[in-house]
């Protein structure tokens, strides 16, 4: 086998290494240098990571699954720049939303874990044949997959900005078609309403990106998109814990009235 010559040397963040090998006074000053390299690199972007963040963001609501929380996931890597990162993680979720269909409905391919070494065209394939998914949801998850192969096996020219970006907005489209939640017909009496980050309590303690509130889940639902021209019409607060079920139950803690939230209309 011929040697292999490597050009490029990639050398680590200096500062992480000496912050797991200090204690005491030197620890807290290297702690304070990376908070601030950090703090610093997201104030200079944080316009362009807002846009990144938004223009593969479509959807309000979905039912909560692995897929779909997942997808998240991979949102959050576009949005700070983790292109490849993205695609193959999104490649990935072609992989799970097949598991996750073919765990409700009968099929040839054995137990879960069976499932799990079959080769993915074969099961997207098995869903369109059993019409659990339609032909445009089986022809959109090849392409995703088809994307992600080529950055594990590069065959065509790579694009990972606009590559990231097609597959996620591809990939929230397919989602939306057997997760989506439409209000009109799907929203149930009983069901929990949290928010789309809630799961990723590292990410952020307190704060999960919290989503607009009005008097009532109706009038919530007549707003079919976010405005920021009329503030006082809405409140914001994190709605992990609400309930919905025609009448409002905000969570524990949070009172409409002095929040200023929307009044009913009846």
Known sequence: MAD?????????????????????????????????????QYHDEIEVKVSRWAEVTGYRMFFKSKPVEYYMQAKMLYRDGYYEAAIMMARSICEMICYDLLFYVEHP?????????????????????????????????????????????????????????SILRDLGNTLFLIYGVKPDSDLKSGMKIETAYSSFPDIAKCYHYPIDVFATPEEALEANQYSVRDKKAQNRTNLQGAVYDGNTKWPDGFDPDSAGAKKSKN
């Open 4 to 40: 292999r010559t490597y050009t490029t040397i990639l050398l680590e963040y200096e500062n992480l290494l000496r912050f797991g090998a200090t204690s005491g006074n030197e620890t807290s000053e290297i702690l304070n240098a990376i908070k601030i390299d950090m703090s610093n």
């Open 109 to 165: 391919f054995g137990s879960q874990k069976d499932v799990e070494k079959v080769n993915f065209r074969k099961l997207a394939k098995h869903l369109f044949r059993t019409n659990v998914i339609g032909k445009d949801t089986l022809d959109c998850l090849n392409n995703m997959y088809d994307l992600g192969i080529n950055y594990v096996h590069p065959k065509t020219a790579q694009n990972p900005t606009e590559d990231s970006k």
